[in-house]
C-alpha cells in the first residue's frame, strides 16, 4: 500500500516562531488532507489539498502532487496550536476508499 | 456545514459484551463511511469502509465477525463490537464522505471504549 511519512516526529517552539511540517508520500493520491488533533482526540480538518496551495489565517499548505510531498505551514504559533498533525492520503490507484495516515508530528508550543 | 456526531463520546463495558456505536453525518448524506482505531499515541489505522446499503468492506487484519457494520441509511452508520476483550479497548474514530463531490472525509469526535 502507499506509504506516508511525516517529518519531524517532535518539533518544540516557543510562542511566536514558525513551524514546517513535511509529508511524504510514495504514490499519486486523489486525497491528502491535514489534520490537528486536540487533547480530546478530535481530528480538526486544517486542508483538503491534493494539488496546489491554501492558506486559511495563521496556517497555510502546499502539496506538489508530481514531487509526492505536502508542507504545512504554521506562521506565529501559539500554546493553542499545541498537538498532533497528521498528514492523510488516499492513493489513487483504486482499492480501498479509506485515508493511509502518516504518524504525525508532535508539536508543542511553550510560552 | 460538514458535521459527524459519534455517540457515545466513551463507554465502558465487561469483557465478553458487545457494544453499539453510531457514527451520523448531521447536515450531508453520506454515501460511504469510515471506521478508523487508533491506540494510544499511534496513528489511525482504517479498519472498513461502508457504503449505505452494501456490505462494509474491511481492511486486512480486522475481523468482521468481531467488528460488524451496518450502514442502514446515508447518514448512519453503526460498528458493534461483539464479545469485547481488554485488548479492543482503542478510541474508534469515524468518517464521512459527502456524496462523492470530492475526496474530503469528515471526521467524528470518536468514542473511547475501555474493556476492563
Known amino acids: 500500500g502507499i506509504q506516508v511519512e511525516q517529518s519531524p516526529p517532535d518539533l518544540i517552539l516557543q510562542e511566536g516562531a514558525n513551524s514546517t511540517l513535511r509529508c511524504n508520500f510514495s504514490?499519486?493520491?486523489?486525497?491528502l488532507q491535514w489534520f490537528h488533533q486536540n487533547p480530546w482526540g478530535q481530528l480538526i480538518n486544517l486542508f483538503y489539498i491534493p494539488s496546489g496551495t491554501k492558506q486559511n489565517g495563521r496556517l497555510s499548505a502546499t502539496t506538489v502532487a508530481t514531487e509526492r510531498y505536502s508542507l504545512l505551514y504554521i506562521s506565529s504559533s501559539q500554546t493553542t496550536d499545541s498537538g498532533v498533525y497528521f498528514c492523510?492520503?488516499?492513493?489513487?490507484?483504486?482499492?480501498?476508499?479509506?485515508?493511509?495516515f502518516g504518524k504525525g508530528t508532535h508539536l508543542i508550543i511553550q510560552p | 456545514g460538514a458535521v459527524v456526531s459519534q455517540h457515545p463520546s466513551w463507554v465502558i463495558c465487561k469483557s465478553g459484551t458487545s457494544v453499539k456505536i453510531e457514527c451520523r453525518s448531521l447536515?450531508?448524506?453520506?454515501?460511504?463511511m469510515f471506521w478508523y482505531r487508533q491506540f494510544p499515541k499511534q496513528s489511525l489505522m482504517l479498519m472498513a469502509t461502508?457504503?449505505?446499503?452494501?456490505?462494509?468492506?474491511?481492511e486486512q487484519g480486522v475481523e468482521k465477525d468481531k467488528f460488524l457494520i451496518n450502514h442502514a441509511s446515508l447518514t448512519l452508520s453503526t460498528l458493534t463490537v461483539t464479545s469485547a476483550h481488554p485488548e479492543d479497548s482503542s478510541f474508534y474514530i469515524c468518517?464521512?464522505?459527502?456524496?462523492?463531490?470530492?475526496?474530503?472525509?469528515?471526521f467524528g469526535p470518536g468514542t473511547r471504549l475501555t474493556v476492563t
Open positions: 492523510a492520503v488516499l492513493y489513487s490507484g483504486g482499492g480501498a476508499d479509506g485515508l493511509t
Open positions: 461502508s457504503n449505505e446499503g452494501s456490505k462494509a468492506t474491511y
Open positions: 504514490d499519486s493520491v486523489n486525497n
Open positions: 447536515d450531508f448524506q453520506a454515501t460511504t
Open positions: 468518517s464521512a464522505r459527502d456524496g462523492g463531490r470530492t475526496y474530503e472525509q469528515y
